[in-house]
């Protein structure tokens, strides 16, 4: 009888040994809590941290690796990926850009186009396209883009948009002896540049005008138009 005595307690502690250990297993699982592993790509390590913990799991930084094309200080790759389901208080590993800093693209717009161009430089950005649009304010940087206060990485472009003195075009009338007088007048008055030049030749011919620019043709302000009149000799 004795060993059925031992046998049976022996039976009941394993048995007691079994539920305890179910039920203990059974409800710390059910007092842990699933939640969507959130996004953290393409944040700062600051902000990744404080959104996981705010899920109620932590960070871990695995490693740091060169990306050109990433910002310094932001993560490319994560694990567990986001979206997933996970349990409240795992940790979240990431890998973390080691490229070129952000910089805040400067005002240079009212600057002319050397000062914007060393200010860029001090802030190790190039300039780009330099887009001429007839202003105003010739050599001055009138627009830029990215805009000033924007992020862009070190070593980018920046486009800018300068001014240079709007181009004056005008309409060559038909010169002669009755109007030539108030067309040159009008000529000054405009700042045209022309030069009259005289020809004299050995035979006996009127008075004859010629321009450089031919009649009814639509020339530049900034072209010298020569008048030649020719006259015959006596």
Known sequence: MRWVTITLYCVVSIIVFCLSTYFTINILLKKQENIVCPDVRGK??????????QHGLSLSILRYERRNDVP???????????????????????????????????????????????????????????VSIPHAKPDRVIAQFPKSGESILEDKAVTLFAGIAPKTYFLMPE???TNMSDLLDEMSMKNIKYKTSYVTTNRSLTQKILSSIPPKTV?????????QITMGGL
């Open 44 to 53: 700062t390590v600051d902000e990744a941290r404080r959104i996981v913990e």
């Open 72 to 130: 310094y200080n932001y993560i490319t790759v994560q694990k567990p990926d986001a979206t997933m389901r996970i349990r409240k208080g795992r940790t979240v590993s990431v890998i973390v850009s080691e490229g070129p800093h952000l910089i805040l693209v400067p005002a240079v717009t009212g600057l002319s186009v050397r000062q914007a161009q060393e200010i860029l430089a001090s802030k190790r950005l190039k300039v780009g396209r330099i």
């Open 175 to 177: 010169i002669n002896d």
């Open 219 to 227: 020339f530049h302000a900034d072209e010298e138009i020569v008048i």
